[in-house]
Every structure is written in structure tokens, then in C-alpha cells.
């Protein structure tokens, strides 16, 4: 993975992490432990590689822009303050999922755990930020790796006024082909943005088709990804809803950044905030949510 991204180490930063950089510039930071590795670029804090046991658990598209230049298409993205368009309550016509994703974040940390890497990031307001979005903020991602991956943003409002957000941790996970996918735990609600926002009450899923919906009534904890190549389940934490996307091959081939053929071994899983009245934050406090991708024993 490091070879197809052209990283140059700049040095080592623990026993278990590396900064390295791209031709463009961008840092990354490479996690290489005995069972797992990860790969995080510090525009948007962004994890665009996991791997367990050799085997990648998340899809990276390989015309991907890691350039800085545009959100990277694969790994897991992080769409913060808001989850797609901008809402009203922001003003319409803001960078879709936000600005998180293509901020420059910076690394606070890294605690090296008997069983697991972890590494703290942050981003705080900034001009850019307080142009697009008029907040003061404190934005924390802990990711640690290990033979799970857990990724937890938390958002601190440290401003004078209430802050309200909605999100998403953006999962991109690795398949092996449409017809093996299952997924089961998403609830059998959901909107369809691909029938206008459509209320559908359904259980069961296949895929078979473009799907875009938001499960708003997913199980408690987990839900169960058969991908083909392994069975994870995803332990979603203060998420109020999944989502549930691929483009399908039309929807792929209107995006530069898509490769062709790439719907057809990715299926996003996303643990998200869409509720339309968004988390609300009080000054100087604090609200988490993300995730536990692991193996199913
Ligand atoms: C999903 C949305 O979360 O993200 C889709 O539900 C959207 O509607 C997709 O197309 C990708 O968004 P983007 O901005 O990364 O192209």
C-alpha cells in the first residue's frame, strides 16, 4: 500500500508509527504492527487504509485525489459539522459532509498499548473554518488500531453559544463482489434519496442496484457485513442512524475520482448523526460518537 502511494518516510515517530510524506506534500501517518496497519493522511484526518491479518477491511479507489486538493474517495472519510448538503441552519450551498475532511489536522499523540496503537487528532477553529461555518470548535479523533479498529470524534464546543452538528464517519468497506454483501442490524427503516427522500419500511438487504439510504432505527450495537472476504460487525456508539451507499456503475462513472469498475467492491457503511435537528453541544461541553469495526468470532 505505501509502494501505491509513493510515501517517503520522514521519520519514525514510535515504535509502531511512521510520518511519511507524498510528491504532493500531503503527511501520513503509517501504522505497521504484527497483525494490522493503517494509514492515516493528516488532510482530514483521514484513514485511507486498514488492514487485519493482511487482509485490507477498507476500499481505497485508485484514482483517488491524495493530493490535498479534494476529499479523498475511499478510507473513511469524516463529514463534520454537517452529513451532505449544508442544512438551513448553516446556509445552503456549503461543501458537501462538511469541512472536517478537507482541513489539515494535527497530531496530538500517539500512546502505544500492549494490544493497540492509538493516535489523538485534532482541529480547532481557524479563519477558513470560522469563513465557512461561524463556531469555535475543538474536533478529536482517536483512532486506535489494533486487531479492531476503533475511530471516536468528539466535538467541544468551546464558544459562548450552543453548537449543533451532524456527521458521519464515512466507511468505505473493502468487498469482494455486490452479490456476497450482506448486512443485517440496519432496522428496516429508512429514507431513500434515491426516491426523493422517500419513508421505506423494509427488512432484508441485497445489493443488487445504486442504494443511497439512511437506516434511521439500526440495532442497538452492531451490525452484521459479510463482504466476501471476511465477516466484521460494526459496533456503532451515539450514532443515530447508518447509511448505506454505492453508487452503482452509472453513479461511478460520473465521478473522476470513481473508478469504473470500483462499485463493485465497496459498499459504504456509514455510523452517523442525520437526524435533522443535528446534536446539540452547550459551551464547554462535549459530544462523541463513532465506532468498533472487529471481526465476527
Ligand atoms: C453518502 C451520501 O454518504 O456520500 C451520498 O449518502 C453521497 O448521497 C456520498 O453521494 C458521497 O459523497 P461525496 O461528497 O463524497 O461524493
Given at each position: 500500500m505505501q509502494a501505491r502511494l509513493a510515501l517517503t518516510q520522514v521519520r519514525q515517530l514510535t515504535k509502531t508509527v511512521s510520518l511519511a510524506r507524498n510528491e504532493a506534500g500531503?503527511?501520513?501517518?503509517?501504522?505497521?504492527?504484527?497483525?494490522?496497519?493503517?494509514?492515516?493522511?493528516?488532510?482530514?484526518?483521514?484513514?485511507i487504509h486498514y488492514a487485519h491479518a493482511r487482509q485490507p477491511w477498507l476500499w481505497l479507489s485508485q484514482s483517488a485525489k491524495l493530493d490535498g486538493t479534494r476529499p479523498i474517495r475511499g478510507g473513511v472519510p469524516l463529514c463534520w459539522p454537517w452529513f451532505g448538503?449544508?442544512?438551513?441552519?448553516?446556509?445552503?450551498?456549503?461543501?458537501?459532509?462538511?469541512?472536517?475532511?478537507?482541513?489539515?489536522?494535527?497530531?496530538?499523540?500517539?500512546?502505544?498499548?500492549?494490544?493497540?496503537?492509538?493516535?489523538?487528532?485534532?482541529?480547532?477553529?481557524?479563519?477558513?473554518?470560522?469563513?465557512?461555518?461561524?463556531?469555535p470548535f475543538e474536533l478529536e479523533l482517536d483512532v486506535r488500531v489494533g486487531d479492531e479498529l476503533t475511530m471516536m470524534l468528539t466535538t467541544r464546543n468551546t464558544g459562548s453559544t450552543p453548537l449543533v452538528y451532524s456527521g458521519a464517519l464515512h466507511s468505505y468497506l473493502q468487498t469482494q463482489a455486490p452479490e456476497l454483501v450482506k448486512l443485517a442490524g440496519l432496522g428496516s427503516r429508512y429514507i431513500d434519496r434515491l426516491q426523493d427522500g422517500a419513508n421505506i419500511e423494509?427488512?432484508?438487504?441485497?445489493?443488487?442496484?445504486?442504494?443511497?439510504?439512511?437506516?434511521?432505527?439500526?440495532s442497538a450495537h452492531i451490525i452484521d457485513i459479510e463482504t466476501g472476504h471476511t465477516s466484521l460487525k460494526l459496533d456503532n456508539h451515539q450514532a443515530d442512524s447508518v447509511v448505506v451507499w454505492n453508487p452503482w456503475k452509472e453513479g461511478a462513472a460520473t465521478m473522476a475520482d470513481f473508478d469504473d469498475d470500483g462499485w463493485k467492491e465497496m459498499i459504504c457503511v456509514e455510523t452517523a448523526i442525520t437526524d435533522p435537528a443535528g446534536i446539540t453541544v452547550d459551551p464547554d461541553e462535549e459530544h462523541t460518537f463513532g465506532f468498533i469495526l472487529s471481526q465476527k468470532a
Open positions: 500531503v503527511s501520513y501517518l503509517v501504522v505497521e504492527r504484527d497483525n494490522s496497519e493503517a494509514i492515516i493522511s493528516l488532510y482530514g484526518a483521514h484513514l448538503p449544508s442544512p438551513e441552519r448553516v446556509g445552503l450551498g456549503k461543501p458537501q459532509h462538511g469541512f472536517a475532511r478537507t482541513s489539515t489536522w494535527t497530531l496530538d499523540g500517539i500512546s502505544e498499548e500492549a494490544d493497540n496503537t492509538l493516535l489523538h487528532l485534532s482541529l480547532r477553529d481557524n479563519a477558513q473554518t470560522l469563513a465557512t461555518w461561524p463556531h423494509q427488512s432484508g438487504f441485497t445489493l443488487d442496484k445504486a442504494v443511497d439510504r439512511t437506516y434511521t432505527a439500526p
